[in-house]
């Protein structure tokens, strides 16, 4: 397979890309033969803008067969342990609509502004068409913001319209653009925090990608 690997930040990546940069061989200054595999890496910045622009002009330069985007979550359930991985399998754009008066979320199939159902979407959630399932991650749902959650009004808002597993901020667009692309797509997320009022104290960044980081490295290494 011809894989891309993408994540948000450099420092979400750099555990797997020295893994394979020592383990592998390098075919050019992108492209690293690793098992079976060609993997490059891409690191396309924070947020649904700029993963959506990198992912689409790396994807314009070359065809790819499979896109595995990793990356830390906070998580609204919190008997999810820290530093646990998952699989998610559907997301969706959280705070793409308005506010109502009360402060409800209205999407923009509330507003009437679009079908819920036309795609890429199935309901208003992003299930990719094309995914390869981990038999040993458990799947879950997650909601993309550009603003994440950390006041009791915001937490309380997402997680009555969307009961979602997960909160990152690039996980949806992602999937929007492997679907339009019709590539199969994997999204590992290890949690780093829980989603509540904001301490960042609590958060356990280091641990939580050097469980991403092995992790990323087991699907590697199990995928055909």
């Given at each position: 397979?011809?894989i891309?690997?993408?994540a948000?930040?450099a420092m979400?990546?750099?555990g797997v890309?020295e893994?394979?940069a020592?383990?592998?061989?390098?075919?050019?200054f992108f492209?690293t033969?690793?098992?079976?595999?060609e993997i490059?890496?891409?690191?396309t910045?924070?947020?649904s803008v700029?993963?959506?622009?990198g992912?689409?002009q790396?994807?314009?330069?070359?065809p790819?067969?499979?896109?595995?985007?990793i990356?830390?979550?906070?998580?609204?359930d919190?008997?999810?342990?820290?530093?646990?991985?998952?699989q998610v399998?559907?997301?969706?754009?959280?705070d793409?609509g308005?506010l109502d008066r009360d402060?409800?979320i209205?999407?923009?199939?509330?507003?009437?502004?679009?079908d819920?159902?036309?795609?890429?979407?199935t309901?208003g959630?992003?299930?990719?068409?094309?995914?390869?399932?981990?038999?040993?991650?458990?799947?879950?749902t997650?909601v993309?913001?550009?603003t994440?959650?950390?006041?009791p009004?915001?937490?309380?808002?997402?997680?009555?319209?969307?009961?979602p597993d997960?909160?990152t901020?690039?996980?949806?667009?992602?999937f929007?653009?492997?679907?339009?692309?019709d590539?199969?797509?994997?999204?590992?997320?290890?949690?780093?925090?829980?989603?509540?009022l904001?301490?960042?104290s609590?958060?356990?960044?280091?641990e939580a990608m050097?469980a991403?980081t092995?992790?990323?490295?087991?699907?590697?290494?199990?995928?055909?």
């Amino acid at each position: 397979m011809r894989i891309l690997l993408v994540a948000a930040t450099a420092m979400e990546i750099a555990g797997v890309s020295e893994h394979i940069a020592y383990n592998g061989q390098k075919l050019d200054f992108f492209i690293t033969r690793y098992g079976n595999h060609e993997i490059n890496t891409l690191v396309t910045g924070i947020g649904s803008v700029a993963t959506s622009y990198g992912l689409s002009q790396v994807l314009s330069q070359a065809p790819f067969d499979l896109i595995i985007n990793i990356g830390l979550a906070g998580s609204y359930d919190p008997d999810l342990p820290l530093c646990s991985v998952y699989q998610v399998t559907k997301d969706r754009f959280g705070d793409l609509g308005a506010l109502d008066r009360d402060e409800s979320i209205l999407d923009l199939y509330d507003l009437q502004l679009a079908d819920s159902d036309i795609f890429p979407y199935t309901g208003g959630w992003l299930i990719p068409s094309k995914s390869i399932p981990i038999l040993n991650l458990t799947p879950k749902t997650s909601v993309t913001l550009n603003t994440t959650s950390g006041s009791p009004t915001s937490i309380s808002r997402f997680k009555q319209k969307y009961d979602p597993d997960l909160e990152t901020m690039e996980g949806a667009a992602v999937f929007y653009v492997a679907k339009m692309k019709d590539i199969t797509v994997i999204q590992l997320r290890a949690i780093s925090n829980y989603v509540t009022l904001r301490d960042r104290s609590s958060w356990q960044i280091k641990e939580a990608m050097t469980a991403l980081t092995t992790t990323t490295i087991m699907v590697l290494d199990t995928i055909k």
